[in-house]
């Protein structure tokens, strides 16, 4: 099993498009990118921790490449918009690839339009969120606005 890591603004809807592949393992929603350990969503939303709402992808790479999860991602937001998707701006709606290896550096930088604002950093320390916001849409019969 193999690890990708996606920020693309409220993790709500990113994880529900990564989930719709049938070839996703399993999603984990929280906060990567910042500097208070532990950081709760409540401190998340401030814009003052560093972090990035973010996605947490394992797959295994016999049944999904990493350049498919890449378009996926590519899909499910508007690269075009610094700190904002949809209603939400702020530096926690980032658009950011953390990457785990070289290889997953390397199709980042290789597949990433022109024009995108994306960052593509090394994965760092991932903080879980709280369970509520794991599979939220799904668990509230909810849709996002992307």
């Known amino acids: ?14 994880e529900e498009a990564f ?3 049938d070839r996703v393992i399993k999603t984990v929603v929280g906060y990567i990118g910042g500097h208070l350990p532990f ?3 409540e401190q998340v939303c401030t814009g003052h921790t560093g972090h990035a709402e973010a996605v947490q992808v394992h797959y295994d790479p016999e049944q999904i ?9 590519w899909k499910c937001h ?5 700190n904002r998707q949809g209603p939400d701006f702020g530096s926690q709606y980032r658009s950011a690839i953390f990457y785990h290896n070289a290889e997953q550096r390397k199709l980042a930088e290789t597949l990433k339009p022109k024009s995108a604002v994306t960052l ?6 991932f903080y879980p969120a ?11 019969n909810r849709t996002c606005h992307f």
């Not at 593509?120 to 320390?125: G, K």
């Not at 709280?130 to 509230?140: G, S, T």
């Open 78 to 82: 508007d690269w075009t918009q610094l």
């Open 65 to 73: 490449s990493y350049s498919d999860l890449l378009g996926i991602f």
């Open 1 to 14: 099993m193999m690890l990708a890591t996606f920020a693309a603004g409220c993790f709500w809807g990113v």
């Open 130 to 140: 709280e369970e509520y916001h794991q599979k939220y849409l799904r668990k509230n």
């Open 120 to 125: 593509i950093e090394p994965a760092s320390q």
């Open 19 to 21: 989930l719709s592949s």
């Open 39 to 41: 950081p709760s969503y």
